[in-house]
């Protein structure tokens, strides 16, 4: 897979320079270049992902014609994207080769450019494609379904078309952070101040010091975490993240994931785009005994009948997502029933090995939030089926949701292709669209 992506680029790169360049398209002052259409091509041939298409060029150019029918709009209600964004998605895509590759010289080799290049060659298309994805976003994001519209959409779905629904578990769990010494605290606090120094003396960049040594996902994209509301954030973090100014970095903040700094990089509403550089308390030996001692009393009490597992959950989980509920955990997508392939870590072979109704040991988890020490139940086991309502009610509202945002693009394309300046190069103006309104 790898050296799939890594053929693609290296096709894209290259490619650039080799195509002779004329105008083929203009989409408003949006112009298509020949180049941009025999660059993708030769993307998706080094994929091997051609249209059934028998006009391959045509249909790459009708999906270029709709991007720069979203950039268009994009300009006129101001949905943009900051530089920071596109330099994080470029660099995090540097950062994916590097990791990979060894080094950076070996990127450099290997496309025979420097990394300074490769980015320059990068910047325009990803702001480009975050811009349209952005204006999309908007054009759909406010659709709903009444329960009335679900129920209606499913009964008109043919019954041998229903998706088949994979084995799922709802599983309940009872986490323990073990008690951080006061010292640990304390080595953490002065490292980020460390840290926050270097920065506000312009000795290092607050991206640099999040790709060294931040300890969490974000930090291969200097770590930025991307536009997110309060109510998507830990209230500590919240609160020190919305009271910055673009540009600030925020003191040290304690949060049940660790300890950060933060700094701003824009503002979209009730939305904030941050920084963070996170540090995670080392667990020592004797702190993991002493929790793994105190939930193996807790599950006695459970085992004993003496509480009930979710109102153990309640009284002693330091996980603030699940304790209030039973411990009940949910998936990505919020439904509590989680596919079998998405449970991971030492959680999936613990309910590998259990049945309905069974409490496991206590056990350790590796997290990308730092180590917890979990007891974990399972609470309803679904196995694989036809997807029903009665089942499946996410499913189905899922799937309308996607229907209509799909009805509601294909209405918008076609209303801006009547308002819109679009001018096709003679080659083009036999070509078979999938919508009309591109030649006029």
Do not use: C
Not at 43 to 61: F, N
Not at 173 to 187: C, F, M, Y
Not at 202 to 222: H, I, P, Q
Not at 347 to 373: C, D, I, W, Y
Request: charged residues 30%; negative net charge.
């Amino acid at each position: 897979m790898l050296l799939l992506v890594l053929s693609i680029l290296s096709v894209y790169l290259s490619a650039q320079s080799n195509v002779v360049d004329k105008i083929v398209a203009i989409v408003g002052e949006e112009i298509i270049l020949k180049s941009d259409i025999e660059n993708e091509f030769l993307s998706e041939q080094s994929q091997g992902i051609i249209s059934s298409s028998s006009d391959y060029r045509a249909d790459i150019l009708e999906k270029q014609l709709i991007q720069k029918l979203l950039v268009a709009q994009a300009k006129i209600d101001s949905i943009v994207v900051t530089e920071d964004e596109v330099e994080a998605e470029v660099n995090s895509r540097i950062q994916y080769f590097t990791s990979v590759l060894g080094s950076k010289e070996r990127v450099e080799s290997y496309f025979n450019k420097t990394i300074t290049d490769i980015k320059n060659d990068l910047r325009a298309p990803t702001r480009e494609k975050l811009i349209a994805e952005n204006m999309q976003q908007h054009i759909v994001n406010k659709i709903r379904s009444t329960p009335s519209e679900i129920k209606a959409y499913y009964k008109k779905l043919a019954k041998d078309s229903l998706p088949d629904i994979p084995d799922k578990y709802e599983i309940q769990q009872i986490v323990l952070k073990p008690t951080i010494s006061d010292a640990e605290k304390e080595r953490l606090r002065d490292r980020l101040r460390e840290f926050r120094d270097q920065i506000l003396n312009g000795e290092k960049t607050f991206n640099t010091l999040a790709v060294l040594y931040s300890e969490d996902g974000a930090s291969s994209r200097g770590g930025e975490l991307g536009y997110m509301s309060k109510t998507e954030m830990v209230p500590e973090f919240a609160e020190a993240a919305f009271n910055l100014k673009p540009g600030k970095i925020s003191k040290i903040v304690e949060t049940e994931f660790g300890f950060h700094i933060i700094q701003l990089i824009d503002r979209q509403g009730e939305k904030i785009n941050v920084r963070h550089i996170i540090l995670q308390p080392k667990v020592t030996d004797e702190e993991r005994e002493e929790a793994l001692h105190r939930l193996d009393t807790i599950r006695t009490y459970i085992m004993d009948k003496k509480m009930t597992f979710e109102e153990a959950a309640h009284y002693f989980s330091t996980d603030k997502k699940t304790r209030n509920n039973g411990g009940l955990v949910a998936a990505a997508d919020g439904d509590s029933r989680i596919e079998k392939a998405a449970i991971g870590g030492e959680t999936a072979r613990q309910v590998n090995r259990m049945k309905v109704g069974q409490v496991s040991e206590p056990f350790n988890e590796r997290t990308e939030h730092g180590e917890e020490l979990k007891i974990v139940k399972i609470k309803a086991f679904y196995p694989q089926h036809k997807a029903n309502l009665d089942d499946d009610w996410m499913i189905f509202e899922m799937m309308l949701k996607r229907d209509k945002q799909m009805e509601k693009l294909e209405k918008w394309i076609k209303e801006k292709q009547a308002n819109t300046y679009i001018h096709l190069d003679d080659d083009y103006k036999k070509s078979k669209f999938r919508y009309n309104g591109w030649i006029k």
